[in-house]
């Protein structure tokens, strides 16, 4: 593997940003309303910081060395897309940022769930086990596999406003001795070598400069016999990178999605493989049979809606269900009610759903492919 460049970690730094940007809405305020207040000046400095990295930069001029340019700035592209991204999740789709495929007669809250069950089930996580989340966002999974398993979760993340919100979350829920979550980079965890007994990640790892440099990391955490599950984010054999129009629906999910560089199924599974786990599972769950594919909800295709619970979550994300959201934004953006950049911010999450649902349907990406090995056993404790 060759030699990753980590971006620098100041912990001071981006908690006194992630202070000045959300103020107090982290322990209050949720969705579109923590959006709206935030400190307009922080915004702006958050909006031109991501942006700078897809404004002017299209597929039809984007060259390896655009790419190159985001692989370096990884951390800080995160951390700055989920400043600018966490209440509008919130807002359309719920605390567990991650899609899942649905059954018949589920609803999104119980194909979540079940999709949440699933990992952990197969990264064998049990009782009173040591588990690390990476990338946990705001915990929404961590609380999940913390129910059904009862095991003690870390969860680990780049973004403070995040790490408040999951800790404010297991807090209300009870589950505060069961959960902690710790500010990191998870490209250079502050976790000694063999510490927990599993980890998994969920649609989470994509953002890393480096599948090879995050799985590594993971392989050192995790101890000797020990499970990894990961949902990765990953391009499938449809996607021919000389084909324009593929080209631009990969840059169309990366620049909604924060992600610096999407790389094919065939290297995420050799980057998996060749950090020394011994693959015990592997392939595409969103190609198993299914009532209704992982995209259905960001398409606002109500056919598939098996249950009037989430006639809402499906309006949001209709055409209407986003003009809507786009022209409230702007009206107060215009008359100073909410900081600039929340709307850019919505509508370029609004192309990448475009560019998701274009991309799944067409086989060129899979949000969920799971990868799952063990850390041998006889590497030395």
Not at 24 to 50: C, H, I, M, P, W
Not at 168 to 192: H, I, S
Request: glycine letters at 8%.
């Amino acid at each position: 593997m060759a030699p990753v460049k980590l971006e620098p970690e100041d912990h001071l730094r981006d908690f006194a940003f992630s202070k000045a940007l959300h103020g107090e809405t982290a322990r209050g305020r949720a969705g579109l309303s923590a959006a709206f207040n935030k400190d307009f000046k922080s915004q702006k400095a958050a909006v031109d910081e991501y942006f700078k990295h897809w404004d002017n930069k299209g597929p039809e001029v984007e060259t390896e060395q655009t790419r190159a340019e985001r692989r370096a700035e990884y951390a800080t592209l995160t951390r700055q897309y989920y400043n600018l991204v966490t209440d509008l999740y919130e807002n359309a789709w719920g605390q567990s940022f991650h899609f899942c495929c649905f059954h018949k007669g589920e609803t999104f809250a119980q194909a979540i769930a079940r999709h949440e069950h699933y990992i952990a089930h197969v990264a064998s996580v049990r009782e009173n086990m040591s588990v690390l989340d990476v990338g946990c966002g705001v915990g929404g999974p961590a609380r999940t596999i913390q129910k059904f398993t009862g095991a003690h979760i870390t969860g680990v993340n780049n973004n403070d406003y995040q790490i408040e919100r999951a800790t404010l979350y297991a807090q209300r829920e009870g589950l505060g001795d069961k959960l902690k979550f710790v500010k990191a980079d998870f490209m250079q965890m502050p976790f000694p070598d063999n510490t927990f007994d599993a980890v998994y990640a969920v649609e989470a790892t994509f953002h890393a400069p480096s599948l090879e440099g995050i799985y590594s990391e993971i392989f050192r955490v995790l101890k000797p016999g020990g499970k990894f599950a990961v949902y990765e984010w990953l391009m499938k054999d449809n996607y021919d990178k000389s084909n324009p129009r593929h080209k631009a629906i990969r840059q169309g999910i990366e620049a909604g999605s924060g992600i610096s560089s999407l790389v094919t199924v065939s290297e995420g599974l050799a980057a998996f493989k060749a950090v020394g786990f011994e693959v015990e599972k592997h392939g595409d769950v969103g190609e198993e049979q299914w009532y209704a594919p992982w995209w259905y909800p960001i398409a606002g295709d109500f056919k598939y809606m098996d249950s009037w619970w989430d006639f809402f979550t499906i309006l949001r994300l209709t055409k209407i269900g986003r003009a809507a959201v786009h022209t409230l934004v702007g009206v107060l953006e215009m008359v100073g009610l909410a900081p600039k950049g929340v709307q850019k911010t919505a509508d370029t999450m609004a192309w990448t759903a475009d560019c998701l649902v274009e991309g799944g349907s067409e086989g060129l990406i899979t949000p969920m492919y799971l990868m799952v090995g063990r850390k041998p056993s006889a590497i030395a404790a």
